[in-house]
């Protein structure tokens, strides 16, 4: 057993997944959106940052901001544009948003090419936590996605904005009846959906390479993030994204990381049979 | 009722405006990438440069059709005459296919700046597998090879990328009755049909690269040689991924390596497997330099490696990667990795190594490069002298039926870009370490953008770098 590599590489990759799947857990705990194209904002926000930096000339930083306001955007324009005609049926959602993301693909494949594409990192070097060797760029990821986590969370948690998501998602109907306009609460919960998937697959897609098909991958592991969460539960996600990379890391070096994709495969079946609330989340009818 | 059909109208036009807006971005981009084609430029690199600049008129041997070096690429066409259709089949937006598509191209614009094949000038024709990537499916390549012989009425078939698309291709092949000059593929089962059923399967030919028996060979015997030149380095981590030809070819090396000198140090002494496509790569890495490791006997096939080498170079693992990478015998491979190639040594055939082995292979290289702004990967050659066997073997033949040509086309015996060109009884090309015996391999070190050295075999080799971290 490997210890400190899989203290370290599963606390890493955890962060990151937690910022991935907290979007996906927002959009459905709030405005009830089961997002299947979660994981395209993943992939466009590498793409984006691709772009800017390795086209526009826009330094790494400025490249970031602008996958995280793009992706924003795009959040609100999928929203108004495709989500909310259908809003009140969840399977034409999961349909819809499942046609955007292959659209997606398709259209990023046309202009990139198939093949995935690389960006610099935007901070370089090693350092050696506990003696295991890894990229800075990784550690800034985690540490960013922490960060932003935490800041979404205080959002949701503590200010006025934060007080008309969660009465949303308790019941939208009545928040209406209160003066509060879910329509306007769905639609900055979508664009926050969308922001901070952006900024994880920017963060990460340095180290991973950004593809088209990279938004499948999300979104399963998304999906596995908040059913073992509990959907809509943001400390459910939170912990469960660890979980999840936990489970993937000891699996990739104790048994072959031939496995590691099955996860979170693994953990959705699970979930769903043994809890299907998830471990923080409210029982779902 | 009025508000909602009004709300559902204003839904209606900003999903047409996104709609809109994506497909204008996407045209934006598109058109960017187009403009900016390497094929649409005329400039030479600095490497194609230094490829011998002989541009004097060259014979292909034996074929009696021959190179030239014209100054522009066009297509030739004729008036009255029925032309000759080779089709190209393959992953025509990747990197593969595109080479595949080029190389044709350049052989068929020669061959009909010189009267054609029979008086009658070669065409080619076009459909697309995406068999690049994975997630497609075998189907898409069939449904392109009956598109390519039904509808475009190919003659010849040339093309082909991944082993299981072509082994189903090549199950086609007793319905089409088309000669199927494979570019691509190079697992030995493709072959081993010829032989086992030889009237059916006899259609099938594997031009490039040398069938991966033949990869193993070179690459076993570079290992050789450069334990001779390097004989502190004996711990090898084999990584390779996990499909169908690195399964096959790991016992290989399990029990050769050993027999050279080499520990093997990847787990169980076999094979550290990782999933095709896979795009992090920090576990295997730290394996890698937890085992103490030297070297790492790299086997991939996909673009993955493009990740695992940047995650190689950017964490500084003391171990070389050398063995065979696909990916990276791309040209695009240095920016792909934004530089993290540097040392990587890679399997290629000898016509790739950017130092030409006859006056065909600078030819080719030069024209190549002048024409498309970039350098050939295997795909390309093989393209240009798929081009040229058929070509020879229409012209001996005097007919297209692919049937006639099937003798004609197991009596190859031409010179190209990468040594002497035969078939055996699998109809695979031979290999042979003597280029001009059979087609020959190479091992080359990524050492700058868009060059790559020599390091093996021998008679062309130059000191290979180890990385400074090592």
């Known amino acids: 057993m490997v210890l400190p590599e899989i203290f370290v590489f599963g606390g890493l990759l955890g962060a990151v997944y937690a910022l991935l799947s907290l979007g996906f857990s927002l959009s459905y705990g709030v405005a009830r959106i089961l997002n299947l194209a979660h994981g395209s904002f993943y992939m466009i926000g590498g793409y984006v ?127 209406s009846l209160m003066g509060i306009n879910d329509t306007r609460i769905s639609l900055i919960t979508l664009g926050l959906s969308g922001a901070t998937a952006g900024l994880a697959g920017a963060l990460l897609g340095p180290l991973t390479g950004i593809s088209p098909d990279a938004w499948l991958n999300a979104t399963v592991v998304a999906f596995a993030v908040v059913i073992l969460g509990g959907l809509g539960s943001i400390p459910g996600t939170f912990l469960a994204a660890f979980l999840v990379s936990y489970s993937q890391i000891v699996v990739a070096f104790e048994v072959s990381s031939s496995y590691e994709i099955i996860v979170p495969l693994a953990v959705i079946a699970v979930a769903v049979l043994v809890r299907p609330k998830g471990l923080l989340g409210r029982v779902e009818e | 009722m009025l508000t909602r059909r009004s709300g559902m109208a204003r839904s209606a036009a900003i999903a047409v405006l996104v709609v809109i807006v994506i497909a204008a971005v996407a045209g934006v981009v598109s058109y960017y990438y187009v403009s900016t084609a390497p094929a649409s430029t005329s400039t030479s690199t600095s490497t194609a440069t230094s490829v011998s600049t002989s541009t004097s008129t060259q014979t292909v041997t034996s074929t009696g059709i021959s190179t030239v070096t014209s100054t522009s690429i066009k297509t030739i066409t004729s008036t009255g005459v029925q032309p000759i259709t080779f089709g190209i089949l393959g992953p025509l937006t990747d990197v593969t296919g595109i080479d595949e598509k080029e190389g044709a191209q350049l052989a068929v614009t020669e061959i009909n700046a010189h009267g054609g094949v029979l008086g009658r000038p070669l065409q080619l024709v076009y459909e697309d597998t995406q068999e690049a990537d994975p997630t497609i499916p075998v189907s898409t390549g069939l449904a392109a090879m009956n598109r390519i012989v039904t509808v475009d009425h190919a003659q010849v078939i040339i093309g082909g990328e991944r082993s299981d698309v072509v082994l189903a291709e090549e199950q086609q092949l007793p319905k089409y009755k088309v000669p199927f000059l494979d570019t691509g593929a190079a697992d030995t089962s493709l072959g081993q049909q010829v032989i086992a059923n030889y009237s059916l399967y006899k259609y099938f030919f594997m031009v490039s690269p040398v069938n991966s028996t033949s990869l193993a060979t070179g690459l076993i015997s570079y290992y050789g040689y450069f334990h001779y030149v390097e004989p502190n380095y004996t711990k090898v981590y084999i990584l390779a991924e996990d499909i169908a030809v690195w399964h096959a070819l790991v016992p290989v090396l399990q029990y050769y390596l050993p027999k050279l000198g080499f520990t093997i140090v990847s787990p169980g002494g076999g094979a550290d497997f990782f999933p095709y496509g896979s795009t992090d790569f ?10 103490g490791a030297q070297v790492i006997c790299l086997l991939a096939a996909g673009q993955d490696s493009v990740q695992l080498i940047q995650t190689w170079a950017n964490l500084k693992v003391p171990a070389i990667p050398m063995g065979i990478d696909v990916a990276a015998e791309s040209p695009t491979f240095w920016g792909q990795t934004s530089g993290a190639a540097k040392y990587e040594t890679i399997e290629v055939g000898i016509g790739d190594t950017g ?6 292979g600078a030819n080719f290289y030069q024209n190549y490069s002048r024409y498309y702004n970039t350098l050939p990967i295997y795909t390309a050659d093989g393209a240009y002298e798929s081009v040229y066997i058929a070509a020879q073997a229409i012209e001996k033949a005097g007919t297209t039926n692919g049937t006639a040509l099937i003798p004609y086309i197991e009596k190859t015996n031409m010179t190209g870009p990468d040594g002497v060109v035969t078939f055996d009884r699998s109809h695979n090309v031979v290999y042979n370490p003597d280029y001009t015996k059979g087609a020959a391999l190479s091992m080359v070190q990524w050492t700058a953008f868009n060059t790559y050295t020599p390091v093996w075999p021998p008679t062309v080799a130059k000191p290979i770098a180890l990385p400074p971290w090592m």
């Open chain 2, 355 to 360: 130092s030409p082995i006859n006056t065909i």
């Open chain 1, 49 to 175: 940052y691709y772009v800017f930096l390795t086209l526009s000339g826009v330094n790494s930083v400025g490249s970031l901001l602008l996958a995280v306001a793009l992706t924003f955007l795009l959040g609100i324009a999928l929203y108004l544009g495709l989500v909310r005609p259908v809003r009140t049926a969840p399977v034409r959602v999961l349909l819809i948003t499942l046609s955007a993301a292959i659209v997606a693909q398709e259209v990023v494949s046309l202009a990139f090419g198939d093949r995935g594409v690389g960006a610099s990192f935007i901070i370089g070097g090693i350092s050696a936590p506990f003696g295991v060797v890894v990229e800075n760029q990784r550690i800034l990821a985690a540490g960013v996605s922490l960060a932003m986590f935490l800041c979404v969370w205080l959002l949701i948690r503590f200010t006025k904005l934060g007080r008309a998501v969660r009465a949303v998602a308790q019941d939208a109907e009545a928040a």
């Open chain 2, 282 to 291: 920090t576990t295997q890495m730290s394996n890698v330099r937890s085992s």
